[in-house]
């Protein structure tokens, strides 16, 4: 039986992308240290990391775990 989610987004702008969750959404967090909010969601977390743009990086999929 599947129990809970863990979620990551990728966005260029991943301070902003906190900042929404945070503040606009609510969902209460875990400041990790350097910028880094782990976001507490009932039987999940989320969290948002940085977009890298340098030549030959491999591209980034969103990330999805269940939690059992």
Do not use: N, Q
Request: glycine share 8%; no cysteine.
């Amino acid at each position: 039986m599947i129990r809970g989610v863990h979620t990551m987004f990728y966005s260029s702008e991943p301070e902003k992308l906190r900042a929404f969750i945070r503040d606009k959404l609510g969902f209460p967090h875990t400041d990790v240290g350097e910028g880094w909010l782990i976001f507490d969601l009932p039987e999940a977390d989320m969290a948002a990391t940085p977009r890298t743009r340098r030549r030959g990086a491999v591209g980034h999929t969103p990330h999805l775990f269940l939690l059992r």
